[in-house]
């Protein structure tokens, strides 16, 4: 906001420089972009998105006017047609200066076919002379970074500059029957707007139309089959309010944000639009440009109460952490536009002006209270602590765990966003389920929230790759977004090399056995031993080089070959292998030992080691033999491992060879030779009985 320093002293009397009102200012919440010194002086202020009542000079009037104490120079005309119970004390002019609106003639027809999007719309017909503007007002104009156009375009510009009402006249010879209709765009209807675009609008945007056609986008920019020209002679002047999310929503759709847009979609004023044209006759009047010739038609078909909110004083004490003197809030408050009663010695009714948007509740009024007293008069200690502290949420120390175990693997940490396109999370949404979608989304690519923390990984992968990066092993921790609600869970991808090239033995590609070797660590991170992979069918994997994983009948979560036309449609290369997993930290901490994470000691006793070979069916999983091998052994049985697998001369077709190594131990005593014979006996019995194993 581009703050012409003459104009701010000719709506408060400010007597300091330049430079020092614009650091006042700013210690008040506004930064300052850049002072401008020269003929005309000029503050520019970034405005922050919750404050458009400052994206006007009278907004910035109004802090001066509390950082001063010095009054505002301008009155509510009493001719505007206002809300009831308004507090917009200070939004208008003096009456007397508003020209006689002369001979009546037959009335301009307003019709609002969409209130829930324009509350309130007012309209008035002048008969006007284009031509140049004043220099005063084109100098004035030009300060605050708006090029003239002509003498109602410009006061139109002036004005929503001064009060920030954003206005729009249109020629009123070239509006079908001088009707204005309020409403919804119908689907595939086009229009072209004053920068000469020809435009398609959809069906929930809103248009000002005339008995034909769409004439001006509602809040977004005018129509060029109605602009003013040079031989315009009558106009219907516009100045209305429309709902802050429909103009937000259309001005991105249609790719056009004006200054008109960037004050409706923050939320403006729904009682200045009737000041606005009360102010628009004035300057109308003083330069000669035009003149009333019929009422005001203001249609406003549910009024809106001002709210009120009760500020106690041990409330602004609590929350600023030192006393504010009784008399000041008030000389803080109704500068501002605030109505403040007291209602008892230390309590006030504050009635909010409609344009503070940003005022809510008590804490907001205790903010505008702390801004003006200044926050660097607030004493600078930490509050006292009244309880102990709470215990850290207990996912911290399982992140913790999950990211020494990777990172020692030799994975790196990503980061990656959580919302993200729908094309991308489509694969891995649960079947028949769609991905959460963002309600108003920033583009196509946060469309949606992340079902999985894979998509996020494999763009990462796809990223690393583009610049060159073989070997890649990126995991992630965080939540993701299904029908069941939001879950935390622990995501890696890994392609290229499962080790580095060296002079004794090449690198060898990653494979199936690398990522469910990585799932392993993490689970007896947990204390996780008893793990059951079982045959996947998730379509983001290739089958048969995929799989569920659970332990004791809890899911904990699946790993195995991405598939190819997923990998490549994120721009990795063909035939490119990438093994992904994603496991579910709170199924994982069920299964294990929880949070409570403690040391074991190491065992006292020696174990006795058997290895046996048997030969059984290629096609059957070794889940299924450990599975056996478990429910016939002994409690003394502590591990499985599988160290050979063999197919060839000596092993009838269809059959493999596999050899497992069982180890034995009791945490007690020393166990026998007869004892462990006898555990391997019965279970080699087992596997001979329920999978047809022949022993070698």
Not at 78 to 86: A, I, K, N, Y
Request: net charge negative; with cysteine; proline share 7%.
């Amino acid at each position: 906001m581009r703050l012409v320093y003459s104009w701010l002293r000719e709506l408060v009397p400010v007597t300091v420089d330049v430079e020092t009102a614009a650091r006042e200012i700013s210690l008040r919440g506004f930064e300052v972009a850049s002072v401008e010194q020269g003929a005309e002086p000029v503050i520019d202020f970034e405005i922050t998105a919750n404050r458009p009542d400052c994206l006007s000079h009278l907004g910035l009037a109004r802090e001066a006017s509390a950082i001063w104490g010095l009054p505002l120079q301008m009155g509510v005309p009493e001719s505007v047609s206002r809300g009831p119970g308004s507090a917009d004390r200070d939004a208008g002019y003096d009456s007397s200066r508003i020209p006689d609106p002369g001979p009546r003639i037959p009335e301009l027809d307003v019709n609002i076919e969409a209130p829930d999007l324009c509350p309130r719309y007012c309209a008035q017909v002048f008969e006007v002379s284009i031509g140049p503007s004043p220099d005063w007002l084109r100098t004035r104009l030009e300060a605050a970074g708006v090029r003239p156009i002509n003498n109602v375009v410009d006061v139109t510009n002036y004005v929503m500059l001064e009060i920030g009402q954003p206005m729009h006249a249109f020629d009123l010879e070239r509006l079908a029957l001088t009707r204005i209709v309020v409403r919804r765009a119908v689907g595939g209807e086009t229009m072209r707007t004053l920068d000469g675009i020809d435009r398609k609008l959809d069906a929930d945007m809103l248009v000002i139309a005339d008995a034909e056609r769409a004439v001006a986008i509602g809040g977004v920019m005018g129509g060029a089959n109605s602009e003013v020209s040079a031989t315009t002679k009558r106009i219907a002047l516009e100045s209305a309010y429309f709902e802050p999310t429909s103009v937000r929503r259309t001005s991105k759709r249609l790719g056009l944000k004006t200054e008109a847009s960037i004050r409706f979609e923050r939320g403006a004023a729904i009682d200045t639009p009737p000041v606005g044209i009360a102010r628009a006759a004035e300057l109308f009047a003083r330069i000669g440009a035009g003149t009333a010739v019929g009422p005001v038609i203001d249609r406003y078909p549910v009024p809106r109460q001002p709210r009120t909110i009760e500020l106690r004083s041990s409330r602004i004490e609590r929350l600023l952490g030192q006393a504010v003197p009784e008399a000041d809030v008030p000389r803080f408050l109704q500068p501002l536009g605030f109505a403040v009663a007291e209602s008892s010695p230390v309590t006030w009714s504050v009635t909010v002006p409609t344009f503070r948007v940003d005022v809510s509740r008590e804490e907001d009024l205790i903010e505008e209270v702390g801004r003006h007293y200044g926050f660097d008069r607030l004493p600078v200690r930490f509050p006292p602590l009244t309880a102990a502290q709470a215990p850290p949420d207990r996912s911290i120390a399982r992140d913790r765990l999950v990211r020494q175990a990777l990172t020692s693997a030799g994975f790196s940490e990503a980061m990656t966003f959580a919302f993200i396109e729908r094309q991308a999370a489509a694969p891995f949404c649960e079947p028949g389920v769609d991905a959460i979608a963002i309600l108003n989304p920033l583009s196509e690519k946060f469309a949606v929230l992340r079902p999985s923390l894979l998509p996020g990984l494999i763009d990462a992968c796809a990223h690393n790759r583009r610049r060159g990066r073989k070997d890649i092993q990126l995991f992630e921790v965080g939540s993701r977004f299904t029908s069941a609600g939001e879950g935390r869970s622990v995501a890696f991808a890994w392609t290229g090399a499962a080790n580095p090239a060296h002079w004794s033995s090449p690198a060898r590609p990653v494979d199936f056995f690398d990522a469910k070797g990585t799932v392993d660590l993490l689970c007896r991170t947990f204390g996780v031993t008893a793990i059951e992979p079982r045959l996947s069918g998730a379509d983001y994997l290739v089958r048969g080089r995929a799989a569920d994983l659970r332990s004791n009948d809890l899911v904990l979560g699946v790993v195995g070959q991405l598939a190819p036309s997923i990998a490549e449609s994120s721009g990795l290369t063909a035939g490119e292998e990438i093994y992904v997993a994603e496991i579910d930290m709170e199924a994982l901490a069920r299964a294990g030992r929880g949070d409570d994470l403690r040391a074991e000691s190491l065992p006292r006793y020696p174990s006795i080691v058997r290895d046996i070979s048997i030969v059984i069916d290629e096609s059957l999983p070794a889940a299924s033999v450990r599975g056996t091998i478990r429910a016939a052994a002994p409690s003394t049985l502590a591990s499985i491992t599988e160290f050979d697998r063999y197919q060839g001369k000596g092993v009838p077709e269809g059959r493999v060879s596999l050899s497992l190594r069982l180890t034995f131990r009791d945490p007690e005593r020393t166990l026998t030779d007869d004892e462990v014979q006898a555990a391997t006996e019965r279970i080699v019995s087992a596997l001979r009985t329920t999978h047809g194993a022949e022993q070698r």
